[in-house]
Every structure is written in C-alpha cells, then in structure tokens.
C-alpha cells in the first residue's frame, strides 16, 4: 500500500527527527546584494558550494547506507557510467524522464528510504518554495503524490570525492554532489517546468508556479528603448535543449548586459534573483559565484523570442539570458520549460535530450 508522506512543516519535522529551525538555517535563502558595482550577489564568506556535510548530502549518505545490494544494483552507478542511449548518465537531463524505473512511492523502496529521499528533496529547494514545488509536481502528474512518477540514481559512493545524487521526472532534474563537480553549478545543468493550465497554457500562465520569473524579465524589455528593443528581440527561438557553452569567444543572441543603463542593469539583478531562488542557498551561491568567474552579467546577453508568443500581445513567453558558461533558457509556449546550465569552465560539454 502507498504511504502518504507528510506535507505539513511540524509532520515532516516529526518523520525526520529535524527541529525546523535548524532545517531553514541549512536551506536559506541568499538575500545579499550586489557589492562594488557588480551585477551579483555579495560572495558568501563560507564556501560557495554544497559539501559532504549539506543535509541533502547527508541525507544521500544515510541513503545509501539502507540500500540492499540488490538495490545498489538498480540504482547505483559507477562515477564514469554511460548509458547506451543516453551517455554519461550522471550528466543528462532532459524535459520528462526517469534516470531507474522504479519509482519512489512504490514496494521497491522501504517506509524509511522514502522518507530519507523526501529529506532529500526537501534539503534541495528553497523552503519558501518547497510548497510551490509540491503543487507542480501534482499538477504535472494528475494529481498525483510527490514521489509516485520520480525516480533517484546514485553515483560513485556517498560521502566520498566523488559522488552525486539525481532525483528525476516530469519537469524534474535535481541533483546533490557534495562538491564533487568543482566547476559546476547545481552538480550539473537542471531543469523545471510547469503546465499549471494544461499542456497549452493560457495566456499569462494563471497559476505556473515559475512565470513570476518571466514577468520579472519582461519588465526589462519594458524598460528598454526602442533601438534597445530591437537589439533585443529575436524572431525564432533556439531548440529547447540547445543549452551548451560557448565560451569567451561565443556569440550570444539577444542585447549585451553591458549595454544597460544602470537602472536597468539593477533590475536584471531581481531577474537573476528570482532565477536561482527557488533552490537551496549553497546551489545558489555557487551559481552566483560561477557567474562572476565568468565575468558576471556584464559579459552576458538577454534575449526574447517572438516566436511562441501566447495570445500575440507582445508580453514575451520565451527568453534566454546567456554568458560564456552560463545559460538560463525559459521557453514558456506551450507550457513552461526552463532549461539551467550554469559552470565556471565553458569547455564541459553538454549531454541534453529536448
């Protein structure tokens, strides 16, 4: 029988042994500022990154430590595995997959691997957006339970150098590495969608979890003028999973950041904000602090797509914000897909199925 997991703050506290507090201050929210003129967030003093000790990673750890070796061998994987369609397996992502077929709210995982995953995904998010996440992975699975059409794989060994946990599923790729990938934001590139209104959402995407982050956008092509405008509107989008690096010499579309006034330029740091802040704040920051490797949004472009205009009123659903190892690409028609590739080094490859 499939157990109903707790969704309620004191009840998860009561399954997973966690004073609340204790888990908001592990999970915070970066709420700095952009310091000495740079289109960032202030570098946190502690490392920038996730670690062995972050409680998703111990939650990975604990994990594992309950897995049967018949387990083990379903869903655990050699660092370096490649699959024979997909490739390096640890590295994919894609719209709607499942990395193992067993899924976690099924007879294959015990009450208590359930609730560790669940601590799992919890410990990857923001808390201010662990409700949101719940609601799109309901309405993203009729109505379904969190856990009952997403799948986890593990690779290398936990609490080692390398190793890296990935939770999967319909407009789902989450991943917790300890570190272990140095150069790369979110242990890898992610993704998150939503189809809140159906599959060809309505105009204004009522009730998308995630379209606050384009409304943001849009209000800086509001605030661009008309020759800005132009620079910066595109006529057909790229192919959605098309999200690889191209490095210092690559030609991004769309208008350079360094071309905003500053009152503009003020205003994409609230888009970057609401981009990174639906995750937990050790992903976040070292996504920030990737970006200012790379030279921050300054050596970045945005773009909007005339192509997959809902409703043809010019309020844009697709947009791209795009450095030399940075690619933020939301593509809003029909429903909500956005596809995030973020690293220090713009010579990892890309290993994505749209």
């Known amino acids: 029988m499939e157990r109903k997991l707790p969704v309620c ?11 609340r507090r204790d888990f908001l201050k592990s999970a915070g ?5 952009a310091a000495a003129g740079l289109p960032l967030f202030a570098t946190p003093k502690v490392q920038a990154a996730p670690s062995v000790k972050s409680a998703a990673e111990t939650a990975v750890s604990a994990l594992y430590e309950t897995l049967t070796d018949d387990q083990k061998k379903d869903i655990c994987f050699d660092w370096d595995y490649k699959d024979p369609k997909r490739g ?13 077929p067993k899924h976690i709210r099924s007879e294959y995982y015990t009450k208590k691997q359930q609730d560790i995953i669940y601590h799992i995904f919890k410990g990857l ?9 719940l609601r799109q992975l309901k309405d993203d699975t009729e109505g379904k339970e969190w856990g009952a059409e997403q799948s986890i794989a593990i690779f290398g060994k936990p609490g080692g150098d390398k190793f890296e946990f990935v939770m999967t599923g319909r407009h789902m790729t989450l991943r917790a590495d300890g ?8 242990g890898g590139p992610i993704f998150y969608g939503h189809a809140a209104s159906g599959f060809n959402e309505k105009v204004h995407h009522p009730k998308n979890v995630f379209w606050p982050q384009a409304e943001l956008a849009n209000k800086v092509y509001e605030m661009l003028d008309d020759k800005q405008q132009k620079e910066a509107l595109i006529a057909k989008r790229p192919k959605e999973a098309a999200v690889e ?71 844009w659903d697709n947009g791209r914000l795009e450095g030399p190892s940075c690619v933020w690409y939301f593509r809003g028609e029909p429903h909500v897909h956005v596809w ?6 713009p010579s990892i490859p890309l290993n994505a199925k749209g």
């Not at 004191?10 to 399954?15: G, P, Y």
């Open 125 to 133: 998010v923001n808390p201010d957006w662990y409700a949101k996440f």
């Open 245 to 315: 690096f191209h490095g210092e010499k690559g030609t991004f579309p769309g208008i350079p950041v360094a071309k905003l006034s500053d009152d503009q330029k003020k205003h994409m740091q609230k888009v970057l904000s609401a981009l990174i802040e639906p995750f937990r704040k050790e992903d976040q920051d070292e996504a920030l602090e990737c970006l200012k490797k790379q030279g921050g949004l300054d050596k970045c472009s945005l773009a909007f797509y005339e192509e997959g205009d809902i409703g043809k009123e010019q309020e």
């Open 88 to 100: 390096l397996l640890r590295t994919f992502v894609s719209n709607n997959w499942q990395i193992t």
């Open 29 to 33: 929210v970066t709420a700095a500022v």
């Open 340 to 345: 995030v590739n973020v690293a220090s080094d």
């Open 9 to 19: 703050p004191d009840c998860e506290a009561a399954v997973f042994g966690l004073d």
């Open 179 to 186: 570190y272990s990938n140095k150069s790369v934001a979110f």
